[in-house]
């Protein structure tokens, strides 16, 4: 149960990265860059995402198979956090003339899904 209620608070911490509507939010709507159809596509795409993450059951249908799925509900909420990060680099990258924030400098090749290798 220790392991459990660990697995619970590391998911928790790793799922505290901002909605990507929110970081939109938060660029300057008079960049020239705000207008461009890539950013009014990057916006959209943001919000899509973001109905998509309240649609989702969420922590307590993790709760409800018990102790033993923590581990799925923290990969779950791993790989959200980080689809908002993809999601918050490309809006700046398509909406915004500054450069790149430290927390959205990174190789986005990091999160690509990586081929499995069967014997």
Known sequence: MRI???????????????????????????????????????RTA???????????????????LGPYSMGMVAAVKEHERQQRRLLARQMHLQCS??????????DPAIYAPKKAKYP
């Open 46 to 64: 943001a919000a899509d995402y973001a109905q998509r993450e309240k649609d989702h059951p969420g922590w307590s249908f993790g709760v409800l």
């Open 97 to 106: 003339s500054q450069p790149l924030p430290k927390e959205l400098d990174f």
């Open 4 to 42: 459990a209620m660990i697995v619970a608070l590391s998911a928790a911490v790793a799922g505290c990265v901002s909605s990507p509507v929110d970081y939109g939010a938060k660029l300057s709507q008079q960049d020239p860059k705000w207008t461009s159809p890539e950013c009014r596509q990057a």
